[in-house]
């Protein structure tokens, strides 16, 4: 079977197309998101004077890539080094070594008592 | 006897935009008629404000035409459906597009244009997709209204009550199909691929905001197709707006008015052909589908369905009248691409948005405890195939790959 033909659209972008209700909506819900993003992630744009697509695309992008950025960081900044902590083998050693230098402070301080 | 169903790993949705079945598929009832769509000799019209009847007429265009913005929100399109009728006892009989169209510009002869729709040759793509694989003579957007809250039919199987384009809460314990397949034993891997930043996902109050890790571009979804990557659930989501990009100018290809609807044909056949060539094939399932209709003529009435969990209030719809989530939307395009699909398949079931996250959950999951009302009632497109699935509904019914399934080529 021959491939079918796709014409390639005609249309070239429009830059000043007007904005529609559904990109408004978007816009709206972006806003509302972006509310909730700490102050260095605000994108700086006046999202309530666009009137064009390209103008919402900006806010759009800009946004969108705020909260993944903010998503981003707060996982990156969950991967903390831990405290160096010892193993339960070089603990229990440590208190072993403990218990035995005590032993032969004992033993010493007895010896000394009974020499003098 | 093993059939395509067996071979089936990964699902895709590609969800278009505010176009009805109609005015992008009617012109087939003459190719097949089976296929409930509009030709001549239909007795189908809409009265304009002069009172004279308006038929059908294949005059579309891909731009220019449909502006302003047909009104597609819940009082325009209860309008549409019910030619203006309030209280109760009235009849939907879709004799309310040219006079819905009317009210925006008080122009009779642009009124009109609500009215036509594309010729086969117009749309070689989806019309194409259409006869060769299985097209729904009765898919309807979820309710009578706009975009955002159809789209959260797919996402969640329910709107949450919202009929309206506001941001929306989800109401726990309802989850997202995508929550459900990632957070599920074993996991499963889903993911919203919106086509770049600068247009990104129209699902952010909860979303976007919550789980970035769900989303994806429309360069990565290509690449996952072509690397055999895709994940078990995929939802892609068109251009929606002209705007600048790396790779220079990006139209908008969502086909929402008045957006060019040869750039959504291309994009379409773009998804299909990657999907084809790529090593996923054989056990993929694309669905095509569209949001709602765009405030575009339609002749089915939508069919009332059982309530769902939450309904609107009084206030709410805007039209004085409570609505109870019991009537589905306007009929969309919708069509199931397979190589197990045989050739020609005319499906008559009636399905709305809801039955997208009915059909992943089934088929991925098998059961889950927590989904509306409309899902747990919904119809699924593809049987789960875990011996709970209906045979006699599988679309996936072929027992051998068809080797005759089209190809698509950009003209240059």
Known sequence: ?116 | MTTGLDQLKHIVVLMMENRSFDHMLGSLKAVNPAIDGYIDSDPFTNLDANKNPVKPQALAEFQGQLDPDPDHHFPAVDVQIYGGATGPGRVANMQGFVTSYFHQQEDVGHSQKIMYYFKQSDLPVLTTLALQFAVFNRWFASIPGPTICNRAFAHYGTSFGRVDMDPFEVIEPIKSIYTRLVTANPKHSAKVYYYDAASSTMEVANLLQNQTEVFGTYAQFLSDCDKGLLPDYSFIEPNYSDHDSDDGEAVASDQHPDHDVQAGEALIAEVYTHIKNGPNWANTALLVVYDEHGAIFDHVPPPACPKDTFHSTQVDPGTGLPFQFDRLGVRVPAILISPWIPKGTVVNRVFDHASIPATITKFFLGSYPHVSLREANADVFIEPNNGQGKLANNLLSLDAMRDDCPDFKMSS
């Open chain 1, 1 to 116: 079977m021959e491939p079918i033909l796709v014409p390639r659209p005609k249309s070239v972008r429009d830059p000043k197309r007007p904005v529609s209700s559904l990109l408004l909506a978007q816009v709206k819900h972006l806003r509302e998101a972006e509310k909730n993003l700490p102050s260095r992630y605000q994108s700086g744009i006046f999202s309530h004077a666009i009137q064009t697509e390209s103008e919402a695309a900006r806010y759009v992008q800009a946004v969108t890539e705020a909260i993944h950025a903010a998503h981003d960081d707060a996982a990156a900044q969950r991967v903390r080094k831990a405290p160096k902590r010892k193993h339960v083998i070089e603990i229990a050693a440590v208190a072993d070594e403990r218990a035995e230098r005590r032993t032969r402070s004992i033993s010493k301080q007895k010896k000394k008592k009974g020499k003098s």
